[in-house]
């Protein structure tokens, strides 16, 4: 088993998914990937919890106008300390990511995700489909790969996100 699907935020969505496929639209991706990461950098508990569709739709509307001025500015404006860990494709995007700790936000060509490792454990958001636990970052990378083959040859970009004091 190389994944555990903790919980699903779209029913219709079981198993492998396609990505570039779209639940919702326009979309919410990337305010609920945002709202997932601040949740766990509050309290590590609210890792298991979905984020709200309402709060994440807020988030989003926020960020359609603000990243017109720079992603860091809407990041800053929802609490949020961003910093670029890693630009390049997606397949070595996947390799760098496995040997880092911390909470992540991941985007290609329109699209946002989380990541946490904690404590040797993986995570990932995909808010298109829910939250997956992973046991070790071989697993982690192995699923990305598969999962995003066709966008991995994509420009992906990794920040690593913290709660501004």
């Known amino acids: 088993m190389s994944s555990f699907k903790l919980y699903s935020l779209d029913e219709n969505n079981i198993g492998i998914w396609d990505a570039g496929m779209r639940c919702y639209d326009p979309g919410i991706c990337t305010g609920l990937s945002v709202l997932w990461c601040k949740q766990i950098l509050i309290n590590r508990a609210n890792l298991y919890i979905p984020p709200s569709n309402f709060e994440a739709s807020i988030l989003q509307a926020k960020y359609e106008v603000l990243h017109l001025l720079r992603p860091s500015v ?92």
Request: charged share 25%; glycine share 6%.
């Open 74 to 165: 809407f990041l800053r404006q929802v609490n949020l300390e961003p910093e670029t860990r890693f630009k390049g494709l997606g397949l070595t995007c996947f390799l760098y990511l496995i040997t880092e700790t911390g909470v992540f936000l991941l985007s290609y060509e329109g699209h946002m995700l989380a990541a946490a490792i904690i404590n040797a454990e993986f995570f990932l958001f995909e808010p298109e489909v829910g939250l997956f636990k992973y046991p070790n970052g071989s697993m982690f990378r192995k699923d990305m790969s598969r999962n995003y083959k066709n966008v991995s040859r994509k420009i992906w970009r990794i920040r690593q996100v913290k709660l501004i004091a």
